[in-house]
Every structure is written in C-alpha cells, then in structure tokens.
T-cell receptor, first 113, second 114 residues
C-alpha cells in the first residue's frame, strides 16, 4: 500500500513564526510537490522537486521555501508565517517521467493567528 | 507557464443524469491529463487519465475526451449516483527539462441528488 504521509493534520501557529511542514513518501518517487488548497482556487503549486537537493518554483512560491535532503522527504518552510498563509497544504509524489499517477498526503490544515 | 481553467465551478444533477466537466490548458507541450476526485475530508485520488496520443478513454461510467488542437479535455460521468458527489480536479502535466510539472484546475463541486 503506497503512502504519502504529512507530519501534522492540524497546526496553529502565530504570525511571524517559522513553520515546517513535513512530507514523507515510501514509494521511491523522484517527484514531490507542495500545493495549497483554498476554496474556489483549487490546488495551486507552491514548489516541487525532482531529485535530492533540486527544487523548482511553482506558481505561488512567495513566502515559502523547501528542502529536499533525502529522496523520501520534502519539507515546506514558511519563513515568517502570515495570516494569508492560513490554508490546507497538500503534498504529492510521482515517478519521474512518463506522467504517472500522483499520490497525495492527507493534508495539513494550517491556521496562522 | 501552464494554466488550466476548469468549468463549471459547481454542478448539481439528479441521480441517473450525466455530468460533464470541461477544462482547457494553455501549454501545447502538456501531454498528460489526469482527473482526480476528492471526497469531503479526504485526499485527492486519481479516477482516470488520458495521454496526448489518445482522443478518448472510458472506464465504466466515466470517460475522458481530449482535443489537442483546441487544448480542451472533458470528464463525462454517466448514470450519476450519490456517491459521485465530490470535488473533481482536472490537471495537465508535461515532462520537460528533466522533470514533471503537474498543474491543477480550480475544481468542480459535483452534487448528485437522489
């Protein structure tokens, strides 16, 4: 059974805090993605990575950074959390090339107060 | 970069009717078009996909069509059932520069009424 696991289901953080969202996959996938999901806006791509230490900006990277030190782990970092970053964050992974199925984590609902 | 537009944002049908969701994409290099279903409180899951060398694909009550010239693709659900109620996302992907980039539409909330 394939698995993508996000470290927290719910998080509440204060404005200005540094926040780490962790994602781990056990499928040996090369590609990993971070999306945020907001009502009416769908899944918007923040950052993605296709190899260890490699990263690419998505459509809304401002205010975020990422880290991929190991193939199975992809971290999303909010350097200084703001209230407009309150959202559902979803991690996903796929094999590289061939355009294959994306597997999603269960999501982290982050509230910044 | 790639942009995916999805319509309608909400769709309400009676059980047994058909439902159609449409998407357009901007980057002609996109070559893979998956559809995901997200039930309330759950993670998105792939329900069907189509590659650019195919015009249509069917799996039981769901089908997807692709018009590469017009950059359109659509999801068709026939004989809808209450358990089809969910949010559906289309996506477009390309493999370029050594990596995949997967871009989603804004989603369609489908409600099937008994």
């Amino acid at each position: 059974d394939v698995k993508v696991t996000q470290s927290s289901r719910y998080l509440v953080k204060r404005t200005g805090e540094k926040v780490f969202l962790e994602c781990v996959q056990d499928m040996d996938h090369e590609n990993m993605f971070w999306y945020r999901q907001d009502p009416g806006l769908g899944l918007r791509l923040i950052y993605f990575s296709y190899d260890v230490k490699m990263k690419e900006k998505g459509d809304i990277p401002e205010g975020y950074s990422v880290s991929r030190e190991k193939k199975e782990r992809f971290s999303l970092i909010l350097e200084s959390a703001s209230t407009n970053q309150t959202s559902m964050y979803l991690c996903a992974s796929t094999l590289l090339g061939g355009n294959t199925e994306a597997f999603f984590g269960q999501g982290t609902r982050l509230t910044v107060v | 970069g790639e942009n995916v537009e999805q319509h309608p944002s909400t769709l309400s049908v009676q059980e047994g009717d058909s439902a159609v969701i449409k998407c357009t994409y901007s980057d002609s290099a996109s070559n893979y078009f998956p559809w995901y279903k997200q039930e309330l409180g759950k993670r998105p899951q792939l329900i069907i996909d189509i590659r650019s060398n195919v015009g249509e694909k069917k799996d039981q009550r769901i089908a997807v069509t692709l018009n590469k010239t017009a950059k359109h693709f659509s999801l068709h659900i026939t004989e809808t059932q209450p358990e089809d109620s969910a949010v559906y996302f289309c996506a477009a992907s390309m493999f370029s520069g050594g990596y995949n980039k997967l871009i989603f539409g804004a989603g369609t909330r489908l409600a099937v009424h008994p």
